[in-house]
């Protein structure tokens, strides 16, 4: 599909960093610039014509950059929020977390710059329904397990919390991974490497940040305790810690790298973080009803939406910032031919996990057809070792009983 162009409006008051921005559009022919130097400019721009991304200085006289991004979160959810700042306290970190996208550092270049809204933007094309990008990018949390809640909250308040307790908890649900890995890789914070561990991001970001991203803004406050949901999530967590055992397994046995390995437990905890945005869109769950095993088929969500909870997370967790090596997998997990990249890698590992565990979970013993892509599986010559996985997947499934 060919990139479409984007059209990005760049706030900021002071006119050398947006004329700077102005000498330079030449170079990014595929996107239409405009620029205005205050809140109310900006927000008369939104009001007039669809943009694509808002590039936002934060601190501004009269209206700053946090209440714009408030403004337009409400007015204009489809609209990517970006943040550009060169001094930011942990204060303000709070106050803008929930409304912004990514952080960009400044000074920053404009070919950086492009590089982090163009990525969030053609992630955004992906999908189609104008109603599920608005959701969809207006979300600014996600629901997390109540269990591993009162775990985490627990361990932040004893006398002396561990961070790497910490972040062993937070590696347990996918909520609690993709909004502090969220915060963690944002521009901002200047990593040389991108970060894919809840104890690494722990032990950047401090436990006085993670005590005042958990407990402060509460972010997970809306959802502990809700009855009667269509679909589980505590189901939904054991199907994703399970996954997330397997992938890493079989990256193991592909001899991926440490690092890569470590991504396979990730994107296993967050692959089917989509199903979360769901309770979100109105009307889903009559438009697509789960069956009696309360499960959805990604046939069905094609048949609706003309999209699936993959690429919906993968979005999300891109707009997020997360490393794009994650998104990917996270995004082609159940169409893993369409990656460029057709050699064994993470996707595969995922894909295997996820569609195996399903297929034993639905007691189809060995229907390896209906759950794995056997044609991507025999070109990258992995089909002979597909039986062996498949046992794994039957053990993992059999023994839950140390996952609470």
């Not at 775990?151 to 649900?173: C, F, H, K, W, Y």
Request: proline content about 5%; hydrophobic content about 45%.
């Amino acid at each position: 599909m060919k990139n479409r162009k984007h059209t990005v409006l760049f706030v900021d008051d002071d006119p050398l960093v947006l004329r700077g921005i102005s000498r330079s559009s030449d170079d990014f022919p595929d996107w239409d610039f405009e620029f205005a130097s205050t809140s109310n400019a900006a927000l008369e721009k939104l009001r007039s014509k669809p943009f694509d991304a808002l590039v936002t200085d934060m601190l501004m006289p009269g209206l700053d950059g946090p209440q714009l991004l408030e403004l337009v979160s409400q007015e204009m959810p489809t609209v990517l929020r970006f943040m550009l700042t060169g001094n930011i306290r942990n204060a303000q970190v709070l106050r803008v977390v929930s409304l912004v996208h990514q952080m960009i550092p400044k000074p920053s270049d404009l070919e950086n710059i492009y590089a982090v809204v163009e990525r969030a933007c053609r992630l955004r094309d992906l999908l189609s329904d104008p109603q599920l990008l608005g959701i969809i990018t207006g979300i600014k949390t996600l629901p997390s397990v109540p269990s591993l809640y009162r775990q985490l909250t627990q361990e932040l308040q004893s006398n002396d919390p561990n961070p790497q307790r910490v972040g062993a908890v937070i590696a347990q649900d996918s909520a609690m991974t993709a909004k502090i890995l969220q915060l963690v890789n944002s521009a901002f914070f200047g990593l040389a490497a991108r970060v894919s561990s809840p104890q690494r991001a722990v032990s950047i970001l401090g436990l006085n940040t993670i005590k005042s991203l958990v407990l402060g803004i509460d972010v997970f406050a809306g959802y502990r305790g809700l009855r009667n949901l269509p679909i589980s999530v505590d189901a939904l967590w054991l199907h994703s810690v399970l996954v997330s055992n397997l992938s890493f397994m079989i990256a193991r046995s592909l001899k991926l790298s440490a690092a890569e390995q470590e991504e396979a437990r990730v994107s296993g905890i967050l692959h089917d973080v989509g199903k979360l945005l769901q309770l979100h869109i109105p009307d889903f769950f009559q438009r697509v009803p789960p069956d009696p095993q309360g499960l959805i088929s990604v046939q069905a969500e094609y048949a609706a939406y003309g999209t699936s909870h993959a690429e919906m997370g993968g979005y999300l967790l891109g707009i997020w910032g997360l490393p794009a090596s994650i998104v990917e997998v996270v995004t082609f997990h159940h169409k893993p031919a369409d990656m460029l990249n057709q050699k064994p890698g993470l996707v595969t590992a995922l894909h295997l996990a996820n569609g195996l565990l399903n297929m034993w979970k639905n007691a189809r013993c060995e229907q390896f057809e209906d759950f794995v892509d056997l044609k991507y599986l025999e070109q990258i010559g992995l089909i002979d070792q597909l039986s062996d996985w498949s046992q794994s997947a039957q053990i993992l499934l059999s023994d839950t009983s140390g996952i609470a």
